[in-house]
């Protein structure tokens, strides 16, 4: 650890991977909801448990990559962070939200929770990703503006890298557009508008931002390749898709209610958008073949190429699937939707969190790299994960073909609820592999209790 | 592995590769636009035509025409750069960036006179492309034209040299993209039927 | 030898010209069918082959960018070509 105050990133790290865990088990909660109804009726509703998965997601990536910038951000400033207690401050005020918000959720009815928390003077809850209680949504917003303050702070007084500038601009869009979660106009076109406008506008813009920087980083780290040849690529790869993604958005709009020419704007624009995750890849691969150096941290540069992979699998190719309007008038919001939800928000963002923790944690806990044997569990834990994440798109993706097939096209349509039975099969096969998933989790969490002679192999 | 790995190494496309990425998606982009422009009107050539004979070719002819010799003035300008005289160099790309705005204002007139007759991307499929298409390829113009001034400025300053024009042909190279598919464009949206 | 390699883009740029010419007239002519589409086809073709080659220089590059460029066309052109005929019918 170069700098002192890049210990902060610990407390982060950690959380997110506590809340990595309880998103989990509440996802397996629900898949087995899937096909035993009522499973856990009536402690946990399956719109409780969902409500709980999707959010605790997006806390933990923000916990990830609020943690992963702080120990970035001095490194590639040259400099201590601006300020570590707020650092710090901000992380309790976070966490303590979180906590208290998921507790709410689980313990209070949605409708209560609302009326307690001023819904009505300001009308903001009840949209997926969104569903936070009013003082949630301030503390997000209070949070990320302390996070951005700290950060730019830091690169101000210090060196100023391609990197950090792209991790900078992507952390402001982060906050610029969570705001439009605050306008929940009761027209619903309008409605779904802005809630693109931070779901779409995040995932397939700023979020790709901080993506990029961070994939950067870690590779100029690992493999010792010239910066000057990863800056160009980072500013190539960003201005592609900040193009495609912005307009992408159309791709959203096809069925809405917005005017029909977005149905061409959205499908040539999004189709597009597999280009930049094509190129993370390649540069990805590209700086590994051509290292100058062997960095005894073996597992990170696994993590860092199975993002790049796994985020054009998810987001590229599970993206252009159902991208193209004539395909997504079929599959809008069936099954196929979640496969590419799944493998999209891990291949890119939880693996990308991964990789930084995995490339940050040894140092942060003093040591260039784990012990062996931790490096091997590990690895053990990527792949299982990884392949057990790839199988529940695969078994969703079957889902989704045959709901589409039974429900929309077939001469004698079937109702929504009679394809689901059909397709049981599928939720059980998603269920094996979320439990999968699970081990290739605790395995991670174990490796951090590996001990050993902390040494460079091969 | 394809060459854009080495987006750093001298190949022998003129100026930065990195533009290059950007050309060939540019003309991706178009070039499935160009397509699903022809396969619409196939399914409705009556209505196609008839708001094809709306367009002003003259205007569509002249902005060929100025589109043409811009890129003319900007091969000069690259000419000039590679014997070393940046001052030549500003002087044609500052022809060019002229043209560039003739051009940005006809196409301005061109789209005042069909809102001004409320026409709309919702009018008909035809408008829509023919709106998406000139606006999109519009908006390159517009781009191509700030390339074009910074580089401009630059060689004002002498900061390009026999030994390194390299951004000026990126510039060059980008504006020649403007051009090429302006060329496709016209005679497919304004006059073919 | 000299005079003559900066006389080039000016022959190349005048005979765009032309051709430009040409698609206008055809097109204020009202003429229409095939044979006239696929002449503002083949015309379109040269000239942004002429573009590509001695506009953007590709002509001393590798085969690859020329292949690209003249794909290009060939591709969307073709497409094209064959969207009108199948509106012909
Ligand atoms: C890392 C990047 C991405 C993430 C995390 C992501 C995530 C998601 C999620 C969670 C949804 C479901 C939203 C809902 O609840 O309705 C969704 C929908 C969608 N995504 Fe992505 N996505 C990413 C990139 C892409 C890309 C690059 C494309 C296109 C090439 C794409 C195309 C779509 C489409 C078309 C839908 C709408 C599906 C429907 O109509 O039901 N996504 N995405
Ligand atoms: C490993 C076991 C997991 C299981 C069993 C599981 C299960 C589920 C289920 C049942 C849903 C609700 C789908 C619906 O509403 O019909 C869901 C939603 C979602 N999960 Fe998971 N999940 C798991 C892991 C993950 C992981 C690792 C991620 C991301 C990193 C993730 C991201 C999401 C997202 C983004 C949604 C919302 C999808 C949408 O709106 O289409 N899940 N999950
Ligand atoms: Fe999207």
């Not at chain 2, 190494?9 to 499935?32: S, T």
Request: with cysteine; hydrophobic share 55%.
């Amino acid at each position: 650890m170069k700098y002192k105050s890049q210990a902060v990133a610990k407390l982060y790290f950690i959380a997110a991977i506590g809340l990595f865990l309880g998103q989990i088990l509440f996802g397996l909660i629900m898949g087995l909801q899937y096909v035993v109804g009522d499973f856990l009726f009536p402690v946990i509703p399956f719109n409780v448990a969902r409500m709980v998965h999707t959010n605790l997601l997006i806390v933990w990536l923000l916990f990830g990559f609020m943690g992963a910038s702080y120990y970035l951000i001095p490194e590639e400033s040259e400099t201590e962070l601006y300020s570590p207690k707020l650092a710090i401050i901000t992380f309790w005020i976070f966490l303590v939200a979180g906590a208290v918000t998921v507790l709410g959720y689980l313990l209070v009815p949605y409708a209560s929770l609302a009326k307690w928390t001023g819904n009505d003077l300001l009308n903001t809850m009840g949209r997926e990703f969104l569903e936070q209680p009013l003082p949630t949504k301030v503390g997000i917003v209070i949070v990320a503006l302390s996070w951005l303050f700290n950060i730019v702070m830091t690169v101000l007084k210090g060196r100023k890298t391609a990197i950090s500038i792209v991790l900078s601009l992507g952390m402001l869009g982060l906050a610029v557009f969570f705001l439009f979660s605050f306008y929940n106009p009761v027209n619903l076109v309008k409605d779904k508008f802005y809630w693109w406008w931070v779901v779409h506008l995040w995932v397939e813009g700023v979020w790709e931002l901080i993506l990029g920087a961070m994939l950067a980083f870690v590779l100029i780290k690992v493999t010792g390749v010239d910066r000057e040849v990863v800056e160009k690529w980072l500013y190539v790869i960003i201005t592609m898709t900040l193009v495609t993604g912005i307009i992408g958005t159309g791709h959203h709009y096809f069925w809405i209610g917005a005017p029909a020419y977005w149905q061409w704007w959205g499908s040539v624009f999004s189709a597009l958008e597999p280009i930049p995750f094509l190129m993370m890849t390649i540069f990805a691969f590209n700086m590994v073949n051509k290292r100058r150096r062997e960095h005894p941290n073996k597992a990170a540069v696994l993590w860092a190429l199975g993002t790049s992979v796994m985020a054009f699998l998810g987001a590229g190719l599970w993206g252009f699937l159902h991208t193209l309007a004539p395909i997504n008038y079929y599959t809008h919001g069936t099954q196929l939707t979640a496969a590419h939800g799944h493998l999209a928000f891990f291949g890119a963002y939880a693996l990308v969190v991964l990789t930084m923790i995995s490339y940050a944690m040894p140092i942060l806990r003093g040591r260039a790299a784990n012990p062996e044997r931790a490096q091997i569990m590990e690895m053990w834990s990527f792949w299982l994960m990884t392949i057990s994440m790839f199988f529940i798109a695969l078994f969703l993706t079957g889902a989704g073909i045959v709901q589409v097939w039974l429900q929309r096209m077939s001469p004698t349509p079937m109702s929504f609820m009679a394809v689901q039975d059909q397709i049981s099969i599928f939720y059980w096969a998603r269920e094996g592999a979320g439990l999968v998933f699970l081990i290739g989790l605790l395995l991670y969490i174990g490796s951090f209790f590996v001990k050993g002679e902390s040494r460079a192999f091969e | 592995m394809p060459p854009a790995i080495n987006i750093n190494n001298q190949d022998d496309l003129p100026g930065d590769f990195a533009i290059w990425i950007f050309i060939f998606a540019e003309m991706l982009a178009f070039g499935v636009l160009f397509v699903a422009y022809a396969f619409s009107r196939a399914q409705d050539v009556e209505l196609f035509n008839a708001s094809q004979l709306t367009l002003s070719r003259i205007s569509g002819a002249i902005n060929t025409l100025v589109l043409i010799t811009s890129s003319y003035f900007v091969v000069q300008g690259v000419a000039a750069i590679k014997r070393g005289l940046n001052k030549q160099c500003a002087h044609w790309l500052t022809g060019a960036f002229i043209l560039g705005g003739v051009f940005v204002v006809i196409k301005m007139v061109e789209f005042h006179a069909k809102f001004a007759a409320d026409i709309t991307m919702s009018t008909n499929n035809f408008y829509m492309f023919y709106l998406s298409l000139t606006f999109f390829h519009f908006m390159h113009v517009l781009m191509g034209m700030v390339i074009l001034a910074m580089i401009i400025m630059k060689a004002k300053r002498g900061g390009y040299s026999t030994q390194d024009y390299v951004g000026v042909e990126t510039g060059a190279s980008f504006w020649h993209m403007v051009d090429f598919l302006w060329i496709i464009l016209f005679p497919l949206v304004y006059i073919i039927r | 030898m000299a005079n003559n390699k900066a006389l080039f883009p000016t022959v190349i740029w005048l005979t765009l010209v032309a051709l430009t010419i040409i698609t206008f007239s055809l097109g204020e002519s009202a003429m229409s069918g095939k044979g006239v589409m696929l002449t503002l086809l083949a015309i379109t073709m040269i000239k942004s082959q002429l573009v590509a080659n001695y506009f953007m220089a590709l002509r001393k590059t590798k085969f690859l960018w020329r292949a690209i460029m003249f794909g290009y066309f060939i591709i969307v052109g073709s497409l094209i070509a064959m969207a009108y005929l199948m509106g012909l019918k």
